[in-house]
């Protein structure tokens, strides 16, 4: 009896009047109590005989600092203290106290919550684990003990305490009454104090539990529940980009080289580029109807391109031969292939990228299985001819649903012959193989009549051998493409790392391809586990890493393409990444741009799941991001820069190694610097001529003989530290960068985006932007087409914040060494902005919903000739996109 009567002493006490708010979740009243959303929390003292005692809930209590004094019983005198303290726009900080002049003994003293009988069959969130609260009533303790962590949900927001916790949850429920409540417990049970503290933080909606020891993501009390992916694009809707294809992928014939840039066969004169996403593993491999929403998926995301990347394995699993492939999975990625030709994607392909060997397939390493094509085929003819079974099986096969064999079919645009294969880096991972590699160097270094030699010599010359050894298997590769299975499909390889002499080998193929990434994963233990070190930084603070890293590798009069790139999560600043991959690689004109990746596991496709990595199928930041990418790029909307400086290699290069390991010979990495104030690449020497005008600058190696007219590149490195922190203009005007203060802008006729920290202002032709709250991109840019801002009827707004898992946790403050990746649902970082846009006539405005469809309408004030508009993303429903659409 005496439980029911507390409970109906505690329901009275919420329903009084509260004073003091936070949030909307929180309030206090009476009795030093408070309301947490419909469950009140009110401080007890039990005596001796386990009489209930509570203040005196007839004084209002509005502050959120109080003291006062509490005789709940004879022998018991308080002062009972209570202080709230905002940490963020969702955490609260709470502190009760109680404080006597001598030893008090009570029975128990605690903070009672009470839940409604309602709340049974749900659940108390307690540390990792969790009670259901019973259906059927069940009287006394349902747990008790200590935790870090306590979470609930009422009314459908969740709440959460975090702090050292002692606790002990009761069912009260006894004949139709009661409920259940909460003890939060000053001291252990009995147990004499003159002071005692029960201090947690209070959190609506709740904040994951962090794990001890560990720190959030930076400014987590910024953040507030997103919810759930994946994230689909409504047909139509302002987010759908398909209207950038052209289809169906090879209607204008193959892709040729001319003028050093892709066009089609059938269309010259017109350049064409390629923005694309790597699908990787059982993505590929779904039934007929998934596939088809894959492809619809990616249309309207605007791409116009596909890489099919780590497929070979799935490929020929089940198989007698790694040579062999699997009938129902040629014909799943056929039907693939068809869906993405029929939408205007064309796709790219690794002949070899993740097929395992089977033991015996190489005579010469009988035991020897994994990957070993990639090395292998430049020294023995039993790889090569592995592998050429393997292509030839691939591209002579009839796709049913085209009609042709892969190696006739138009929308297959470009290949690399092998996946991340450079020799400099890989011949000697393995004791066998390099055992195998140094027998032959011998071999061929005494067919040549060439005297032993040892130290840096010696790496030069197997520098040299294994430039000519990786040539003369990618001659006999393009040989067998071309002759016997007579396929014309543009080619290229080598398509990692960054040493000066892999310019030996690029210059022999079609176009160059290379991968660079911003905030590549690393593993201080086991690859991909925890703990994994990433970036913390911002890639503007960085000078626009992953677009500009690449850029020596270009060589000039050949198309470049990143097949492999991405600014990964969970950097908090990737929301600019498309801007700097669109941006830059317009200004740098650069030929295909492809994301890595899409997803790398069907399931992700349609089954919410955490952000991890580099997938962004579930990223909404990155999705959209994407979207500004395409669009500058595909549009063209930033122009070449005219200026160009222009690396001069020769056979010098080869001097630049010092060992074999993963920076082997490679460019100086100051001199890609020079990539942000013009297009930057390489060409042979004998070249200079040819190149020389007067918006170009040429520069060789510290190793090479001196050339009049460029400059050796010790000098080069001086002039290109001026760069690293001033502020940056692009010639043609487009682009304007600010390392120093992390700030971007791109400003053309159908897109104006601002990157930029809280406090900054950007201003355009169209758009200006005072940021208030944290780092954001926003970009206006037209969907109504390619028609300029001011003519297009549709225009689209994005503004990107940060998106997070829950309960995501670094070792650091600084996140740069993850712990755990967190779970759903997703975090929103909170976003307040000022707008004005001067646009002639009249605007619907429309926050969007994650897939596109448009969600509550703002009303934007008009003065003079602008629009003006207040955003704030959680007021706005968690909108990171805005659709304007003109009245007429």
Request: aromatic share 10%; hydrophobic share 35%.
């Amino acid at each position: 009896m005496r439980r029911i009567l507390f409970w109906l002493v505690l329901i009275g006490c919420g329903m009084r009047l509260f004073g003091f708010e936070f949030g909307g979740h929180v309030k206090s009243g009476g009795g030093a109590s408070l309301r947490i959303g419909g469950c009140p929390l009110v401080p007890a003292v039990y005596d001796g005989k386990w009489k209930a005692h509570m203040p005196d809930n007839s004084e209002e209590d509005d502050s959120a600092v109080l003291k006062r004094r509490w005789n709940p019983a004879d022998g018991l005198d308080f002062v009972l203290s209570r202080k709230l303290e905002p940490l963020s726009e969702r955490e609260l900080k709470v502190v009760y106290a109680l404080s006597s002049e001598h030893d008090a003994s009570p029975r128990l003293a605690c903070l009672n919550i009470a839940f409604p009988a309602a709340m049974a069959g749900g659940s108390l969130v307690i540390g990792t684990g969790a009670v259901t609260l019973p259906e059927e009533p069940k009287p006394g303790r349902l747990s008790q003990g200590e935790t870090d962590y306590l979470c609930w949900e009422d009314g459908g927001v969740r709440y959460a305490l975090a702090g050292k916790l002692r606790y002990e949850l009761r069912d009260t429920r006894k004949n139709g009454k009661g409920g259940f409540y909460l003890r939060l417990l000053f001291a252990p049970e009995g147990k004499e104090f003159r002071r005692a503290a029960v201090e947690f933080t209070l959190s609506a909606p709740a904040v994951p539990r962090r794990i001890p020891d560990t720190f959030p993501v930076w400014e987590a009390g910024k953040y507030r529940d997103y919810g759930t992916g994946p994230f689909p694009t409504a047909a139509g809707s302002a987010l759908d980009l398909s209207f950038l294809q052209d289809a169906p992928a090879g209607k204008f014939g193959r892709l040729v080289v001319r003028d050093g840039h892709f066009e089609f066969e059938r269309r010259p004169g017109t350049p064409v580029r390629l923005y694309g996403v790597n699908l990787c593993f059982d993505t590929l491999y779904q039934p007929k109807r998934e596939t088809e929403k894959l492809a619809d998926a990616l249309a309207r995301v605007g791409y116009n391109a596909v890489r099919i990347h780590h497929y070979d394995g799935t490929l020929t699993g089940g198989s007698a031969a790694s040579t062999e492939l699997n009938p129902e999975m040629l014909d799943r990625l056929d039907y693939l292939v068809s869906c993405l030709k029929e939408r205007g994607i064309y796709f790219a392909i690794d002949l070899y990228c993740s097929r395992n060997l089977k033991p015996g397939e190489i005579p010469e390493h009988p035991k020897l299985g994994g990957r070993s094509v990639k090395t292998l085929a430049a020294l023995y003819d039993s790889a090569m001819d592995n592998w050429k079974r393997f292509v030839s099986n691939l591209l002579t096969h009839r796709n049913p649903y085209t009609g042709l064999t892969w190696a006739e079919e138009p929308s297959f645009a470009i290949c690399s012959l092998l996946n991340e294969d450079p020799l400099f880096t890989a011949w000697n991972r393995n004791p066998e193989i390099g055992a195998a590699f140094e027998k032959r160097f011998a071999e061929m270094e005494k067919e040549r009549g060439l005297a032993p030699v040892s130290g840096e010599a010696l790496l030069h010359r197997q520098a040299e051998f294994l430039t000519r050894l990786q040539n003369d298997a990618y001659d006999e590769m393009r040989a067998f493409l071309k002759n016997e299975l007579k396929c014309d499909v543009l080619v290229s390889g080598v398509n990692y790392k960054n040493a000066e002499a892999q310019s030996f080998i690029r210059d022999r193929l079609d176009y160059v391809d290379n991968h660079s990434y911003f905030n590549h994963p690393s593993f201080p233990g086991k690859p991909y586990s925890c703990p994994v070190k990433f970036q913390s930084r911002s890639p503007l603070a960085l000078r626009l890493p992953a677009i500009r890293d690449a850029a020596h590798s270009r060589i000039y009069g050949k198309p470049f393409t990143i097949t492999e790139t991405n600014y990964v999560y969970p950097n908090r600043f990737r929301a600019v990444g498309g801007a700097i991959l669109g941006g830059f690689g317009g200004y740098q004109d650069y030929d295909g741009i492809f994301r890595f990746a899409w997803s790398h596991k069907a399931y992700k496709l349609e089954a919410p799941a955490p952000i991890s990595y580099y997938d962004i199928v579930q990223d909404p930041v990155n999705l959209l991001s994407e979207r500004i990418g395409i669009l500058l790029f595909l549009r063209r909307e930033v122009e070449p820069s005219k200026r160009r400086t222009v690396w001069l290699y020769d056979e010098s290069a080869y001097l630049a190694f010092r060992d074999f390991g993963r920076e082997a010979g490679r460019f100086p990495g100051s001199f890609n610097d020079l990539a942000l104030v013009g297009q930057l690449g390489s060409a042979r020497r004998e070249r200079y001529s040819e190149l020389k005008n007067e918006n170009t600058r040429f520069f060789v190696s510290e190793h090479a003989a001196p050339l009049k007219g460029a400059a050796a590149w010790p000098d080069g490195e001086a002039r290109g530290e001026t760069f690293r922190s001033s502020a940056l203009a692009s010639d043609t005007g487009r682009i304007r960068l600010l390392p120093g203060r992390n700030f971007l802008s791109i400003v053309t006729p159908q897109s104006e985006l601002f990157a930029m920290e809280a406090g900054e202002n950007g201003r355009g032709t169209v758009m200006q932007v005072e940021n208030r709250d944290g780092f954001g991109v926003f970009c206006l840019t037209s969907v109504d087409g390619a028609k300029p801002l001011p003519e297009a009827d549709r225009l689209l707004l994005l503004f990107l914040t940060d998106v997070q898992n829950s309960g995501i946790a670094f070792d650091d403050e600084e996140n740069t060494m993850l712990r755990n990746w967190g779970t759903l649902p997703l975090q929103l970082r909170h976003g307040v902005a000022g707008l004005s846009l001067r646009l002639p006539g009249d605007y619907r405005i429309y926050a969007l919903r994650p897939d596109g469809s448009r969600g509550a309408e703002l009303k934007p004030e008009r003065s003079g000739g602008e629009l003006r508009l207040s955003l704030d993303n959680f007021r706005d429903g968690n909108a990171l996109a805005y659709e304007l659409v003109r009245n007429r």
